[in-house]
């Protein structure tokens, strides 16, 4: 039993002033491992405090300095990945094949937000101004729990790049994890207030860093509604917004794909982190004259991907965060259903074998249009939707035809029309042919799936403001 009874301020492990706890669970088990003590609006305030103290001084760091802070904070991580990646299946059930990658991957946010410091140059000259990249102030991170780690490494990463201080409400859900890399951080020895860290619900903690005077920059991972809550909140104060949302991406199947190669990594890209990801490719788009051909396919590759707990070195899919989320996704796929759309694969219920537990079988519909809410909305979990089209002009409307824009995913053998495809696409990213994932590559949505960006240049620039001094 892990009971997390602190909080991260001023470079401390502190007790909060909040005084309610929740229960951590193993969706795995849906047994009880823990408990978290929640920071409240005081904390968030002490936190923001100690941010703002710290942050004339760090604002002047050199960028040398910077860069091997993210060095030490790089090593920090690494150090703990074993233990972060237990971490990371006991709360949330994660199976390996996902852990393998996002645990070093989060580790190496660092590193990466280190090389791009080392050609970014702060200031230039443009005309007969002399241009100067400003840190805009001190910066709230709000992080969700469908990959914890990375997401607080990442933002804070780019933070510390921009020589901004900050302040980072992850996912109370996730408490366990983030403690220990909250541990891993205070190793790399940091100044104090540079980073700050308080549990804490979204409608507590989170709405008072949305809305407090001296947070100049919030950056939020999460669902569109929450997203569109903090955006209110900080408009009173004109804050600067980057909000990283929901998605429903296409993963269109052209009609000169190689099904024994495009099928598995159309699974993939679908089923990615259990479903429970925004970036997931859960629209499934497929030429008319080859459904039939796809439809076999996928019913066969499905069976690849085993459901199972973290300790199944086979598992491709693992459980939903929680009873609620599991029921949420069972919801979805009784609503498809009732809309008329025929299962191909899963449906409801738990896998068989699988009798506790908060598994959902892996669900493929097919007969589905795009007006469908299975088709329209985000469901996050392990629901894919089969939807017919004539030809390329028809994928690109349906594909477009969506509140989102986050990810799509494009399969197919022709690589310049596949280009040509992409660029129509009104989408953030465009992954082709299951291609490997770019950190330096701008990261975030059109529409509602998000303002700004993350990552790369574009994601360091999102927390500095250009100032242009004329003689």
């Known amino acids: 039993m892990r009971n997390i009874d602190t909080i991260y301020i001023d470079g401390r492990f502190v007790t909060p002033n909040g005084t309610e706890t929740i229960d951590l669970h193993n969706p795995s088990t849906e047994e009880k491992i823990g408990t978290v003590r929640l920071g409240d609006a005081e904390d968030a305030q002490e936190a923001v405090a100690a941010a703002k103290r710290a942050f004339p001084a760090f604002s002047r760091t050199a960028k040398a ?99 901004t201080t900050i302040v980072i409400k992850p996912s109370e859900m996730s408490a366990i994890q983030t403690q220990i890399l909250i541990e891993c951080l205070h190793e790399a020895g940091l100044p104090e207030g540079v980073f700050n860290i308080v549990n804490g619900l979204g409608n507590v903690v989170g709405a008072e860093l949305s809305r407090h005077p001296d947070i100049s920059k919030v950056t939020f991972t999460g669902s569109t509604a ?78 690849a991907f085993k459901v199972g707990a973290p300790d199944d070195p086979n598992a491709m899919i693992g459980p939903m965060v929680s009873q609620k989320q599991y029921d949420r996704v069972q919801s979805y796929i009784e609503l498809g259903l009732q809309e008329g759309a025929s299962l191909l694969a899963g449906g409801l219920g738990r896998p068989d074998g699988l009798e506790r537990g908060w598994f959902p079988k892996p669900t493929i519909f097919t007969g589905v249009n795009n007006q469908m809410r299975i088709a329209r909305e985000e469901i996050f979990g392990p629901v894919l939707s089969v939807i017919a089209y004539r030809d390329d002009d028809e994928a690109v409307s349906i594909a477009n035809d969506t509140p989102y824009g986050l990810q799509a995913y494009l399969h197919g053998t022709d690589a310049s029309r596949m280009q040509a495809l992409a660029d129509r696409l009104d989408s953030g990213r465009v992954v082709i042919n299951g291609a490997l994932h770019e950190p330096l590559a701008p990261f975030g949505g059109f529409k509602q799936s998000g303002i700004g960006r993350e990552y790369g240049v574009f994601g360091l620039e999102a927390f500095l403001e250009p100032k242009a001094i004329i003689s």
């Open 65 to 163: 300095e910077r860069i091997d802070m993210l060095k030490q904070l790089n090593a920090a991580v690494l150090a703990r990945v074993p233990d972060l990646t237990e971490a990371m299946a006991l709360e949330y059930g994660a199976p390996q094949v996902f852990t393998r990658f996002s645990v070093p991957h989060a580790a190496s946010s660092f590193a990466t937000m280190a090389t791009v410091l080392e050609d970014y140059q702060f200031e230039r000259k443009i005309g007969r101004a002399r241009v100067v990249m400003q840190p805009s102030g001190v910066a709230a991170a709000i992080t969700p729990w469908n990959s914890n780690i990375g997401f607080i490494t990442s933002k804070l990463a780019t933070a510390i790049a921009a020589g």
């Open 226 to 303: 929450v997203g569109r809550e903090i955006l209110q909140s900080a408009a009173d104060t004109f804050k600067r917004v980057t909000l990283e949302l929901g998605g429903k991406g296409p993963n269109i199947i052209l009609d000169d794909a190689d099904l024994e190669v495009v099928i598995p990594a159309v699974l993939r890209m679908g089923f990615v982190n259990s479903g429970q990801a925004c970036v997931a490719g859960t629209r499934i788009l497929v030429p008319s004259h080859r459904l039939d051909d796809v439809l076999s396919k996928l019913k066969q590759e499905i069976n």
